[in-house]
């Protein structure tokens, strides 16, 4: 409610919603995001003006550039060189676990055909079933026929 | 996205504007414009681009575009090869990445030629026009249809498909 005169109207006690908690909520987000965001902003404007961006060439003769010489922004290439692993590694070490598992693969198929195999025919070491001994078995009654 | 190096495919014709001879000796509004733009925006710019230039040029370093190797395609794999299938995987999913690139050059460049000729295009640009249908049919023919788990099995089947209905063709005209 406002009485509309320049200077010396009267004092309003304006009662509206708190805005407490909402200014409360910003003031804290933005100190906790500048607390993190503005060093980071700065060591990113910091880089590109005093770094700078690598320049694209072609490979000279004779030469094989360093896996992070792919990259062109520096931090990107400082990641790659420090943080990560070679690409040419990564690539061995997926096909060294895929032959892995290949390897696993043609074990298995042998040991199904070896056991389907063994148990069909019977003259393997395996499939061989405990029997009770051959003497102690009573002939007794068998050795009469007409019993 | 790599450049176009073909600078020849840009080429503006040159201007045929005549040379008009000055009649008044009111000077000309433009060169006060251009001199106030020089001091208050252009000088202070490149003073500015001058000195990050210079700070960058005591870091220089180069970057290079990898070449890959070629590896045997997945027409050459043996059954139960599994490292041979991922490296001729990956040896297509690069190609395919190369392909793409190809289609959007030429896009771009008719999509140049329309914006030198203005009204003209419909005559002047008819090469660069069959170009990109050309460049595109075979795309499509490739690439067209695989879907989102496409990979080179499936488009090694969709070329032998392909060669099948050709033979089939072939087959039936004769």
Redesign the interface.
């Known amino acids: 409610p406002v009485r509309h005169s320049s200077d010396h109207g009267k004092r309003m006690f304006i009662i509206k919603a708190t805005s407490f908690y909402d200014t409360r909520f910003l003031n804290l987000l933005r100190f906790y995001v500048f607390l993190t965001g503005i060093p980071v902003a700065l060591f990113i404007t910091y880089v590109n003006i005093f770094i700078g961006e690598a320049e694209l060439a072609e490979i000279p003769e004779g030469y094989v550039p360093e896996y992070w010489e792919y990259y062109k922004h520096p931090i990107s290439r400082w990641i790659a060189r420090y943080l990560l692993d070679a690409p040419e590694k990564d690539y061995e070490k997926e096909m060294a676990l895929l032959y892995v598992e290949a390897k696993k693969k043609e074990l298995r198929l042998l040991e199904l055909d070896a056991r389907r195999l063994m148990r069909h025919r019977g003259d393997g070491p395996w499939y061989h079933y405990e029997t009770p001994d051959k003497n102690l078995v009573d002939n007794s009654m068998k050795s009469t026929p007409d019993n | 996205m790599p450049e176009d190096k073909d600078w020849e495919a840009y080429k503006v014709p040159p201007t045929r504007t005549p040379v008009s001879e000055r009649i008044t000796s009111v000077p000309n509004p433009i060169t006060f414009f251009q001199t106030v733009f020089n001091y208050v925006v252009d000088t202070p710019v490149t003073f500015v681009r001058e000195w ?2 210079r ?2 040029a005591k ?9 890959f190797r070629r590896v045997p395609d997945l027409s050459e794999c043996l059954e ?1 090869d ?2 041979c299938f ?2 001729a995987e ?1 040896q297509w999913r690069r190609d395919r990445l190369v392909d793409t690139e190809i289609v959007e050059i030429v896009r771009e460049r008719l999509g140049a030629c329309k914006q030198r000729e203005g009204p003209n295009e419909f005559q002047n640009c008819a090469k660069e026009r069959e170009l990109l249908a050309q460049v595109t049919k075979a795309y499509q023919d490739r690439y067209g249809d695989l879907g989102v788990h496409g990979n080179a099995r499936t488009c090694l089947m969709k070329q032998k498909h392909r060669m099948m209905e050709e033979r089939k063709a072939q087959a039936e005209a004769s």
């Open positions: 990050i230039e700070q960058q870091n220089k370093s180069y970057y290079y575009h990898q070449k139960d599994y490292l991922f490296e990956a």
